[in-house]
């Protein structure tokens, strides 16, 4: 009786720990009962997420920010979007963890330790943009299937690890390589062992660019196991479908990956124009690379009421892709005309830049702060939703926020 006492006062004691407060009547519950209060897991505290963030699945975990929460110039963990297709992996073995090289178009296949890649290549730092494809999703009509991102599946972070260019040069690429794709840790949500829930890749050109690279670290530390610890892939500038999670293996093929999530109409949209709704084959479907031009107001939240003659200080961030932001413009008169923003030039190639005005409003009322960026080619944000595409990816609408003058 004794032992069996001293179990469930050590077990009580374990569950208060967890759940951070006194567990009232503890010693009432019946030995081997789970408080409810862990039985749900809370996302935000096992993934270290800030309690404003917004959670759209839990099978996959899928969960994106508010726009105010996006303000910082690197983003931290707390306001990172998750975006995942299969089950984070666990019991991750760091000491024992390898990436292999292998594929149709390889010279030697290869495996490395992640030691052996820390300490045999050089590192490198970069701040890069990372977007959903589906980012804005939900604002599409018809609506498109998949989860409904709003405007916060969007991150800039810095990340550091070895330039993919310089491990494919290591071991030998043939002549007849054309992609480069990558294989994870994580596992299908069927349990099945022998799926993987997603395995993309990119053109031989991108996985060459020097900010393309096998990360282990974010803003100088370990990155979060959501994020894709103990190593991620980060093609900065792309669909961050293209930047996998938990790598364990790359392969360089020949031809185009035909791995999960590469066929069919996943992270594809059509190669012409469609009317909403409409079917579209997928031989007429084509890839998604680099993400158009889109902008984003971090501050103030959407619904600030300032006095008269005040004016307004707003700012936030702009990206474009493989492309740099060539000047950002505001409106307050739903785009009937537009003044220039300050702009700042990015960090780094494929890192966002941040833009900052003051606003002045004529009288008092209701107004709507829009923002529209505009790339070095000359490609500007549409003011509403653009074309319509089956799964509802490149929304790069204006943003815009509410202010109430009164």
Request: proline residues 7%; contains cysteine.
């Amino acid at each position: 009786m004794r032992r069996r006492s001293f179990i469930k006062k050590a077990a009580l004691s374990s569950l208060t720990t967890i759940i951070g407060v006194e567990i009232v009547f503890g010693e009432m519950m019946p030995l081997g009962y789970t408080p409810l209060a862990l039985q749900d897991p809370d996302p935000f505290q096992m993934f270290k997420k800030d309690k404003e963030m917004v959670v759209l699945n839990d099978k996959p975990w899928n969960m994106e920010a508010q726009a105010h929460l996006l303000d910082e110039k690197i983003t931290s963990n707390k306001y990172m979007f998750i975006r995942n297709n299969g089950k984070v992996p666990e019991d991750i073995d760091v000491g024992r963890w390898t990436v292999t090289f292998d594929g149709e178009s390889i010279q030697q296949e290869k495996t490395y330790s992640l030691q052996e890649l820390k300490s045999k290549f050089k590192p490198y730092s970069y701040q890069l943009t990372l977007e959903c494809g589906g980012n804005g999703r939900s604002e599409f009509d018809p609506p498109a299937k998949g989860n409904q991102w709003t405007v916060g599946a969007v991150s800039n972070a810095e990340w550091t690890g070895v330039r993919l260019k310089d491990i494919l040069e290591d071991i030998g690429v043939k002549k007849d390589a054309v992609y480069v794709a990558y294989h994870a840790a994580d596992t299908h949500l069927s349990g099945d062992p022998d799926k993987e829930p997603i395995s993309r890749g990119v053109p031989l050109q991108k996985a060459l660019q020097d900010e393309t690279l096998l990360a282990y670290q974010m803003n100088g530390e370990d990155i979060p196991l959501v994020h894709g610890y103990p190593l991620r892939l980060v093609c900065g500038g792309w669909p961050a479908s293209a930047s996998g999670k938990w790598i364990n293996r790359i392969s360089v093929r020949n031809k185009v990956h035909d791995g999960p999530k590469m066929t069919g109409s996943s992270y594809r949209v059509p190669c012409e124009p469609v009317g909403p709704g409409e079917k579209v084959k997928d031989e007429d479907m084509c890839i998604i690379e680099s993400m158009p031009v889109k902008s984003l107001i971090t501050f103030p939240k959407s619904g600030a009421m300032i006095k008269p003659g005040r004016k307004l200080d707003i700012r936030g961030h702009a990206w474009a892709g493989e492309l740099e932001v060539a000047k950002i413009e505001y409106s307050i008169d739903f785009g009937g005309t537009w003044q220039a923003c300050t702009l700042e030039s990015p960090a780094n190639r494929l890192a966002w830049q941040h833009f900052s005005a003051q606003v002045s409003f004529p009288k008092k009322g209701y107004y709507e702060v829009w923002a529209k960026a505009t790339d070095a080619e000359g490609n500007s944000q549409p003011m509403l939703v653009p074309g319509w595409n089956p799964k509802g990816y490149l929304n790069n609408a204006c943003h815009r926020i509410a202010v109430k003058v009164g």
